[in-house]
Nanobody
Framework: QAQLMESGGGLVQAGGSLRLSCAASGTDFSINAMGWYRQAPGKQLELVACITTDGGTTYTNPVKGRFAISRDNAKNTLYLEMNRLQPEDTAVYYC?????????????WGQGIQVTVSS
């Protein structure tokens, strides 16, 4: 059974930084694209960033230039470096593994982790 476990969330002041990690187990995730989604209160789930198996990345516009997604296939771990955080970044962040090598349909989800940015 594949499992994803997020860590690194918490409370931070505006302008600060956090680094999210997602430890994957149960299968070899190096053959799949991986990504981060978030859901703010009262809003829909949105894709934050995605990374393909060959390292290609995609970001939603509000986080471009502030967030960086990366992966360590040897450790089966996905990261999201978040800099210059803003209150609008407050949300529950979810790690996902896609069904394919590209950013298509998510297959597995983590349980989510809270990120709160105070003004």
């Amino acid at each position: 059974q594949a499992q994803l476990m997020e860590s690194g969330g918490g409370l931070v002041q505006a302008g600060g930084s956090l680094r999210l990690s997602c430890a994957a187990s149960g299968t070899d995730f190096s053959i799949n694209a991986m990504g981060w989604y978030r859901q703010a209160p009262g809003k829909q789930l949105e894709l934050v960033a995605c990374i393909t198996t060959d390292g290609g990345t995609t970001y939603t516009n509000p986080v471009k230039g502030r967030f960086a997604i990366s992966r360590d296939n040897a450790k089966n771990t996905l990261y999201l470096e978040m800099n210059r955080l803003q209150p609008e970044d407050t949300a529950v962040y979810y790690c996902t593994v896609y069904q394919t090598t590209y950013c298509g349909t998510p297959r597995y989800w983590g349980q989510g982790i809270q990120v709160t940015v105070s003004s």
